[in-house]
């Protein structure tokens, strides 16, 4: 989580991360999922942010779960 954190630091200052392409629905979700808000998406972009922050997900459905 803490390097999710400090990308989205990044983006709120209007920054990018090299090689992370999002858009505002990908960043409400990602934003969601750091601060606890919520724990699963159904998005595949998100679930690929989650693996290079190192994010352990399971599969769930249609979707993935975050590992706490």
Not at 17 to 35: N, P, Q, S, W
Not at 58 to 64: D, H, T, V
């Amino acid at each position: 989580m803490k390097k999710l954190n400090e990308w989205i630091s990044i983006w709120i200052d209007g920054g990018k991360v090299k090689g992370v392409k999002f858009t505002l629905a990908m960043f409400d979700e990602l934003y969601d999922i750091a601060r606890g808000y919520a724990d699963t998406t159904i998005s595949s972009e998100v679930k690929a942010v989650l693996d290079k922050c190192g994010i352990k997900t399971k599969a769930e459905g249609i979707g993935w779960r975050v590992i706490r």
